[in-house]
């Protein structure tokens, strides 16, 4: 028997993160331990590697945010993935009742570092979801430079109506807008 048919039984169908609000409640449907672990495992923490976490840990939740933080060590050097797994760490916050934001914010803050490293990206447009709440879509194609976004700091959005689990989550992105030559 595999570890992971002995911690969650053989039933449990492997779910992709959602992207889309569309997929949130196939997503929110599975098993908590379940998708976050499947989810750390694609990362490429080994069943082991959580086995041997879980010993040292009360809770699952504990192992599974105790990774988080270990995969973000792992990739420091690298802004998007940090952006990820910042964005995942905040949907675990929403999912288990806490607040996202600060995540949210590392994630974002992320993102826009990655941006101001590359050359060709002069300022950045919010991008929101086409199933944003009312709030969001009014920031949709907002142009912001750095320095502006710096200033002004709008995502997450903290009017937004949408949520994840129980807490409201700003699902916005900054799109990165290339310098016309
Ligand atoms: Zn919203």
Request: a positive charge; glycine letters at 4%; one cysteine or more.
């Amino acid at each position: 028997m595999s570890l992971r048919e002995f911690l969650f039984g053989k039933k449990e169908q492997e779910v992709d993160v959602p992207a889309e609000p569309a997929h949130e409640n196939a997503w929110l449907s599975s098993n908590f331990t379940f998708r976050w672990v499947t989810r750390l495992k694609n990362w490429g923490i080994t069943d082991k590697e959580y086995s041997k976490e879980r010993h040292h840990k009360k809770t699952d939740d504990e192992a599974i945010f105790s990774l988080y933080k270990k995969l973000l060590v792992q990739h420091k050097n690298d802004m998007l993935v940090q952006q990820a797994l910042y964005y995942e760490l905040a949907m675990i916050d929403a999912e288990l009742g806490r607040d996202p934001k600060p995540n949210l914010v590392l994630a974002q803050k992320n993102l826009l570092a990655h941006y101001h490293h590359s050359k060709n990206i002069r300022s950045v447009v919010i991008e929101s979801n086409k199933d944003a709440c009312a709030s969001c879509k009014k920031l949709d194609g907002w142009v912001l430079t750095f320095s502006e976004v710096t200033k002004q700091h709008p995502l997450p959005n903290l009017k937004c109506m949408k949520k994840h689990g129980k807490k409201s989550f700003c699902r916005c992105i900054y799109g990165p807008m290339a310098r016309i030559e």
